[in-house]
Structures are given as structure tokens and as C-alpha cells.
């Protein structure tokens, strides 16, 4: 299975929530948090390595088909997330985006290919269920913006997160709004462009309030440099063979 061992119970834990979307630090939900504000605090205090997971490092890789992954880099002590991709002719893993308190740059998806990854992943997988884990765990580096419909994105990370929740447990949990919050560029500018490869990086003009932090701003060099578009791409038409596979409704990458 593709998530380890060691994520297993943090997944339906509302700590590692509170932490992994960075509601502890004043983030989305924070104002929901009630008493685990408090054993977060406890928690930061503490010098000792207990083996908990906030001081653990981990990769979580989805594959999507045929050798091609999307792949979740955590480092829960740093609070630092990324997201990379691999296919099977690059000798490593190339990066999308990151996630952190300082200099984040987390907006490498569109939400059609977020949604179309974790399609392939359940259909790869019929336990990582979508929308589920994958998707709760992955939507932090997708954005949405003018063309999109947000109401289903945000019903089906509600749905993802719901599916992870402790039947009996009635306090803090994410929530689809939280990650809108800081996912919505809707009137912020912002721009699509493609070219004939099929590669597409955004523009944002003249923005106010919420710059568009993301690598995906510029088309592919043909040098290696900048956004992996190439690797991407692979990624994308591995997923969409996937769900696209035999007896199944045809999907498009966007």
C-alpha cells in the first residue's frame, strides 16, 4: 500500500491535521482548534524525541501507471512539504512545488489534474479511495481559479477529509473551506497560457491581495531549467491511461 506504516494513524489524528495544514500556526482552522491549541503548545515545548510523527521525516508515493508517480516529500520537524513527480526515464525525482512557513511556492496543479491523479491512484489502488487520503493529503499544492467548479473541488476534499475522520471524534478536523481559503484565485489575475506540446504555466497581472506563488509561471525551456513541464506531462498522460483503461468513462487531463 502506498501509504506507510508510520502515516497510517497520524491520518486520523486531529494533531497531525492541526500541524500538516498548518492550522497550528494561525493557518486555516485555526480558530477551531479549542484545547488542541493547547496540547500543540505542550507539544512544542517538549525537547525530547518521543518518535511521534512531528518529528519524523517521510515520502509518500502515488503511482498513477506504467512506472509514473506523484510523489509527497514530508518533513513534519521542519514543517516542509513537497510535492515531486518521477517517471521511469528520470534518473530523479523532478520538483513541482514546495510547502512551508517561509518561502512557499506550493501552487503546481490546476485542480482537473489534481482530481485526475487521484482518480488513477484509486484505480491503481481501490484502497486509497477517492476522494480519500491521496487527496487530502495532496490538495495543498493545487489552486483554484475562474473556470473551475469549486463548489465540487471543495465538496470533494470536504469528502476526503470526512473519510479519514474518527467516528466518534467531534472536535477540530479539516475541512474543504480551510483549504479554499488558501487555494482561491478566483478574480486574483491569474491567466492560463499552453503551448502545442500541451504544457501550461500560468501569468498573474496586476494582483492586490494574493500573489500567485507557484514555479509553473513560465513554458518549458527545453533546458531542464525551471518548471519540470515534461515530467509533468508524462505523469498526466500515465493517469489518464489509467482511468481511461478498459470499461471505464474517458476523462481529460483539463
Keep these: ?11 486520523h489524528d486531529p494533531v497531525f491535521w492541526a500541524r500538516f495544514t498548518f492550522a497550528y500556526e494561525e493557518g486555516p482552522g485555526a480558530d477551531r482548534l479549542g484545547d488542541l491549541a493547547d496540547l500543540l ?27 509514473h508517480y506523484a510523489v509527497l516529500s514530508m518533513d513534519a520537524s521542519a514543517d516542509s512539504y513537497s510535492l515531486l513527480v518521477t517517471t521511469p526515464g528520470l534518473a530523479e525525482p523532478a520538483e513541482l512545488g514546495w510547502d512551508d512557513l517561509a518561502h512557499w511556492h506550493p501552487y503546481a496543479l490546476r485542480w482537473s489534474e489534481l482530481d485526475l491523479i487521484c482518480r488513477a491512484i484509486a484505480t491503481r489502488d481501490p484502497r486509497l479511495r477517492h476522494p480519500g487520503a491521496p487527496l487530502a493529503l495532496l490538495c495543498r499544492f493545487a489552486a483554484v481559479f475562474d473556470d473551475d467548479d469549486v463548489d ?20 477540530y478536523w479539516p475541512c474543504g473551506a480551510d483549504w479554499l481559503e488558501r487555494a482561491d484565485f478566483r478574480g486574483e489575475n491569474v491567466t492560463w497560457q499552453r503551448d502545442e506540446a500541451g504544457n501550461q504555466w500560468a501569468r498573474q497581472d496586476d494582483h492586490d491581495d494574493e500573489p500567485f506563488y507557484s514555479t509553473r509561471t513560465g513554458p518549458d525551456t527545453g533546458t531542464g531549467d525551471g518548471f519540470p513541464h515534461a515530467p509533468l506531462r508524462a505523469v498526466l498522460s500515465a493517469a489518464t491511461a489509467t482511468v481511461n483503461g478498459p470499461g471505464r468513462c474517458r476523462v481529460r487531463t483539463c
Design 41 to 67: 503548545n505542550d507539544d512544542d515545548d517538549e525537547d525530547d524525541d518521543d518518535g511521534d510523527f512531528a518529528d519524523s521525516a517521510v515520502d509518500v508515493a502515488f503511482e498513477v501507471g506504467e512506472g
Design 1 to 11: 500500500m502506498a501509504i506507510p506504516s508510520a502515516l497510517q494513524e497520524p491520518l
Design 152 to 171: 465540487q473541488a471543495v465538496a470533494d476534499i470536504d469528502a476526503a477529509y470526512a473519510a479519514l475522520r474518527p467516528a466518534q471524534w467531534e472536535g
